[in-house]
Every structure is written in structure tokens, then in C-alpha cells.
């Protein structure tokens, strides 16, 4: 059974950091991008990030261009969001997501097959 799990989650004030983690279980994705999403209250879940299936090419929402960091670790299965420079309005539910094999860089979720339960960030002013 595919799992993916996120952690890292927590309260953090404005122009913190905080670093997620999304560790897969059942299989590996080591062909297949990986994503990070997020959803506020009231809002749509938008795109964050996505990180190429060898970590070599990445994709960025302009919200958080500069600020946040993807990246991946094949030998531990997971994939990481490094956030800095938190804002008030980074406030969300993150979500790790896998892509359809064969996927380069994907901002739609609609592009991913797998994902995981959600972390919840929030960031005070």
C-alpha cells in the first residue's frame, strides 16, 4: 500500500523557517516528479512546488520563488520543502503529492496520482 506522509509541520512567526518532509512508503518514486501543494482556509489548493524524478530541474509558485527550497533524497525516499522567510499568508495545509509516471514538471493537480494527508503551517505576525 503507497503511503506518503508529511511532517514538519508547526507555528512558526513571521520570517521564520520551517522544513517539510514527505517520506513514501510502499514503493519508490524514483522515476516519477514529486510535488508539494497547499490549501488555506476558504481557498483553492494551489501549486507550491515540484521537483524532477532526479532532483535535476525544479518548478516554483511566484509566491514563494526565492523563499522555498524543494528537493529530494532517492535513498530515503522522501522529498523535502525547505520554507524561509515564512509570511503570514503561507499559512496552509501542505500536501506532498507523487506525479503520473512520465511527468516532467507539473503545476496541476490534477497531474498527480498519489497523495499525502497534510501538514498544517501557520505562520503568526
Known amino acids: 500500500q503507497v503511503q506518503l506522509v508529511e511532517s514538519g509541520g508547526g507555528l512558526v512567526q513571521a520570517g521564520g523557517s520551517l522544513r517539510l518532509s514527505c517520506a513514501a512508503s510502499?514503493?519508490?518514486?524514483?522515476?516519477?516528479?514529486m510535488g508539494w501543494f497547499r490549501q488555506a482556509p476558504g481557498k483553492e489548493r494551489e501549486f507550491v512546488s515540484v521537483?524532477?524524478?532526479?532532483?535535476?530541474?525544479?518548478l516554483y509558485a511566484d509566491s514563494v520563488k526565492g523563499r522555498f527550497t524543494i528537493s529530494r533524497d532517492h535513498a530515503k525516499n522522501t522529498v523535502y520543502l525547505q520554507m524561509n522567510s515564512l509570511k503570514p499568508e503561507d499559512t496552509a495545509v501542505y500536501y506532498c503529492?507523487?506525479?503520473?509516471?512520465?511527468?516532467?514538471?507539473?503545476?496541476?493537480?490534477?497531474?498527480?496520482?498519489?497523495w499525502g494527508q497534510g501538514t498544517q503551517v501557520t505562520v503568526s505576525s
Open positions: 503529492a507523487t506525479s503520473f509516471p512520465g511527468n516532467d514538471l507539473r503545476y496541476s493537480d490534477s497531474e498527480y496520482n498519489y
Open positions: 521537483v524532477n524524478w532526479n532532483g535535476g530541474k525544479t
Open positions: 510502499g514503493r519508490t518514486f524514483h522515476d516519477h516528479a
